[in-house]
């Protein structure tokens, strides 16, 4: 089988980097390790990966840059940071950049390839979906293509802002509860996960305030709605 997803691996610690390569080359998964952002970089302009992992304290170029150049070429690839810091600032931060994942050490090989593989799942079986279309008032939402459009104007959502309004859109006008957004789209509906969430709702409301027949709301204790006008 010559389909192996492929893994661009960014971590500057020698030994962890070698292991991490060969953990993932023994589960099936092609793997190309940089020891810093630039090489990074570099290895992503040059071939095409399924995911990045990598690590937030770099040299040349940290993690948290290395993925706003990459989420800047392709919007669509899920990205793992790798961290020792535990501040729920460098996470929540990981997270507005647009990270699926995030992934404090310590861990386990068997933590990071549960992660890598819940992650890759969802993006399949995203993409084996039918072509889903939805009319949010004057928006027109294509879910596969991930593109928002209204009077002709088209933006291109992440892959996560996709996924959240897909779930909105298909339980429009009605509660979509916290934790099974979280549980279907982040894996776990932990705190970071969560804090994560609210940040692509404000993104989403800002890709949608130019129809103010449209809101998302919180719903305290429970979760979301999306209002928007019911079609006939």
Not at 87 to 110: C, R, V
Request: include cysteine; aromatic fraction near 8%.
């Amino acid at each position: 089988m010559d389909d192996k997803m492929r893994i661009l691996l960014c971590e500057d610690d020698e030994n962890l980097g070698m292991l991490l390569r060969e953990y993932l080359q023994a589960k099936g998964y092609e793997s190309e390790l940089c020891p810093d952002g630039d090489a990074g970089y570099r290895a992503f302009l040059k071939s095409k990966f399924d995911l990045c992992v990598l690590d937030v304290m770099m040299p040349k170029k940290d993690g948290f840059t290395l993925a706003q150049e990459i989420r800047a070429a392709n919007a669509e690839i899920p990205i793992i940071f790798l961290t020792a810091k535990t501040l729920k600032e460098d996470i929540l931060e990981g997270f507005k950049i647009g990270a699926d994942d995030y992934i404090t050490k310590p861990f386990s090989m068997e933590e990071l390839t549960f992660r890598i593989e819940a992650i890759l799942r969802r993006v399949r079986g995203k993409k084996n979906r039918e072509s889903s279309v939805y009319k949010i008032g004057r928006f027109i939402f294509d879910t596969q293509k991930q593109l928002l459009t209204i009077d002709g104007k088209q933006t291109k959502l992440t892959t996560k802002e996709s996924e959240l309004l897909g779930l909105l859109c298909a339980h429009a006008n009605e509660i979509l509860q916290r934790d099974f957004a979280l549980k279907t789209i982040w894996i776990d509906d932990n705190y970071f996960n969560a804090r994560s969430m609210d940040v692509y709702i404000t993104k989403l409301r800002k890709h949608l305030k130019e129809d103010d027949s449209i809101e998302i709301i919180n719903i305290h204790g429970k979760g979301y709605k999306l209002i928007t006008p019911e079609q006939d």
